[in-house]
Structure formats: structure tokens, C-alpha cells
């Protein structure tokens, strides 16, 4: 008797470890890499879009001898009102009495972060199950897969309405633990994943499209400012009165030019779309693998490795361009003032 209830307590053990969450906790966390590369492109994408739009308003500002003013927020140290905030502090035209309003390309970026927040939320959401050891952790993890993935739906309904699977989507992970999945976390683990991602990859499909679509709004103003500005860069050294510039201003114009050449080459080689695209095929290969009892971690693997690989040059080719834009403001020849070549925004 002893000898068949121990048989069967190893069968049990060898059916979980199987298709344990622990066979796709690496998977898991490169997704979740790739999701924070994502999201550090849109951040840098972002600023470098704010900091194009800053030095255009400013360029009109110095063609025009455009009268300015501190707003009065500027006078204040402390926040006011209830709630108490600090009052704006912006450069505006005299007579203004706000911050100008951002433009048309920066709300819709703007509109696009509850799908990264919402998305980066999910990942770690993910990451915690997987890492979960105790009963503890475990259940707090399975309520914040939970909330997160209800996340993506709310999202979804802020990002992109037309989406009409986001209105039927629910996430009950936590419900699963009081449910009869006692005997081993490992079990109850997979049973929140498979509970989960499934149910959730429509709405990371969704959320993907959000995401391409802003990413490739940013990387669209990037190479509208990059190109021109690259060009004007390497003008005084195809002229041939670069022989008259001294070394040291040789070095400099030749530093700034390396600059802008080395921002358009890495803005230009990746793609937005694709790496949004190979995070959604991550996603689905994961939830199909979950679906499925047979062990496809081989296949989740090289989806996740493609995606991550793929997030990580968005994320370098991203910040580069932001430290360019944010420092490419260069005096005009004619008349000294800030230049800035490009038209960066409609």
C-alpha cells in the first residue's frame, strides 16, 4: 500500500514538473527584459519628441524676436491649493498666462502610455508568479497578475476603444487558489498561467498595435530632425575651406557630426513595428505553450530571445537619438543665433 501511494505521489510530481512554470520562468523573464526595453524606448523616444518640439518653438522664437515672460508660477517655491501642486513654471509670449499646449503628434504619444505602463505592470506581474516560493508570495502574486491583467483591458479601452475584445476580457488568476489546487505551488503556478496568458494574449495583441503605432510616430520625428540635421553637420567639413578651420574646431565640428551620423545610422536600422510585432509573437507562443501539455519551451525561448534582442536595439537606437536632439541646438552662421535644421512637427 505504501509502495502504491508513493508510485503514484512521484507520478504526480513527474506530471508538474513537466510543464512547471519553472520550465518557462527564463522565458518569462527575457519577456519581461524585452517589455522594459520597450517601454525605455517609448520614454526616450518621448523626451527626444518633446526636446525636437522645444527647439523648434524656440527656433520661431529667436527669428521672430518673440517677446517672452516667466509665468508668475516661477515666483513660487512651495505647492498651493488643495491638493497642493506647484504652479507652473514655463517661458511662454508675453500676455500668456499657461504653458503652451503640447502638439498634435505629442497627445497622441501621450495617450499611448497606459498601454506601456499597463504592459511593463503585466510582465512583472509575470515575473513575480514565476519567482513566487512560498504560499504567501504566491497568492499576493496571483492577486497582482490578477489586477494586471485586468490592467491590459483598461488599457486597451483608453488606448484603443475600437478594440472590442477588451470589453469581454476578465482575469480571475487570483480565483484559482481556493479552487482545489493545493498539493504543490508548482501546479498552482501553472494553473494561474495558463489561467492567465491565454485569456490575456488577445489584449497583448491589441496593446502591440498601440505600441507600434507610437513607436513608429517617434522614430518618423526622429529621422525628420536627424536627416537634415546631419546634413548641415557635415557641411563645413565638404567644403573646401575646411582647411582653414584650426584643429581644435576641426575636432569639434568632426565630434558633432560623428554624433548625428551615428543617431541616424541606429534610427534608421531598427523597426518599431517589428519589435512590437515579436513581443506579441512572444506573448501568443507562450500562451499557445501553456495551452498545450506538450513542451514547447524551445519555441518560447527563440521567440522571447527574438523579441528581446529586437526591444534592446529599438531601446539603444532610442536613447542615442535622444542625447543627440537633446543637445543639437547650434549656433547660425549668419546671424549666431539657436539653430535647429529640420522640420520636426506639423
Known amino acids: ?31 519581461g527584459n524585452g517589455v522594459n526595453a520597450v517601454s525605455a524606448s517609448y520614454q526616450a523616444g518621448l523626451q527626444s519628441v518633446d526636446a525636437i518640439a522645444a527647439q523648434q518653438r524656440d527656433l520661431r522664437f529667436a527669428a521672430d524676436r518673440t517677446r517672452l515672460i516667466l509665468l508668475p508660477g516661477c515666483d513660487q517655491i512651495g505647492p498651493t491649493g488643495k491638493p497642493p501642486r506647484l504652479p507652473d513654471c514655463a517661458i511662454v509670449t508675453f500676455g500668456a498666462s499657461s504653458p503652451p499646449p503640447p502638439n498634435a503628434v505629442q497627445k497622441a504619444l501621450t495617450g499611448a502610455a497606459s498601454a506601456f505602463d499597463a ?8 515575473t513575480a508568479l514565476t519567482a513566487a516560493n512560498d504560499e504567501t508570495a504566491l497568492s499576493q502574486a496571483a492577486q497582482t497578475l490578477t489586477s494586471a491583467a485586468a490592467g491590459l ?68 520625428q526622429q529621422l525628420r530632425q536627424l536627416g537634415p540635421a546631419m546634413r548641415e553637420a ?24 560623428e554624433v548625428w551620423v551615428a543617431a541616424y545610422t541606429q ?21 499557445q505553450a501553456l495551452m498545450s501539455n506538450d513542451d514547447q519551451n524551445q519555441a518560447v525561448l527563440a521567440a522571447v530571445d527574438t523579441f528581446a534582442a529586437s526591444a534592446t536595439q529599438l531601446k539603444a537606437a532610442f536613447q542615442s537619438v535622444s542625447a543627440a536632439t537633446s543637445a543639437s541646438t547650434t549656433p547660425s552662421k549668419s546671424t549666431g543665433r539657436s539653430k535647429v535644421p529640420g522640420q520636426a512637427q506639423k
Open 234 to 257: 557635415a557641411e563645413p567639413l565638404e567644403m573646401p575651406s575646411v582647411q582653414q578651420l584650426s584643429a581644435a574646431d576641426y575636432r569639434t565640428k568632426l565630434s558633432a557630426l
Open 153 to 220: 483591458a483598461t488599457a486597451v479601452t483608453k488606448a484603443a476603444p475600437q478594440a472590442a475584445f477588451a470589453k469581454s476580457f476578465v482575469g480571475p488568476a487570483g480565483g484559482l487558489l481556493g479552487q482545489g489546487i493545493e498539493a504543490y505551488l508548482d501546479q498552482r503556478r501553472l494553473a494561474v498561467l495558463r489561467n492567465t496568458v491565454p485569456a490575456a494574449d488577445p489584449v497583448v495583441n491589441d496593446l502591440g498595435q498601440v505600441v507600434a503605432a507610437a513607436l513608429l510616430d517617434i522614430r518618423q
Open 119 to 126: 504592459l511593463k505592470s503585466y510582465a512583472a506581474a509575470l
Open 1 to 31: 500500500m505504501l509502495h502504491c501511494h508513493t508510485s503514484k505521489l512521484l507520478w504526480i510530481v513527474l506530471a508538474v514538473s513537466a510543464c512547471s512554470p519553472y520550465v518557462y520562468s527564463q522565458d518569462i523573464s527575457e519577456f
Open 267 to 287: 534610427a534608421r536600422a531598427v523597426d518599431p513595428a517589428a519589435a512590437a510585432e515579436a513581443m506579441i509573437a512572444a506573448h501568443h507562443q507562450l500562451a
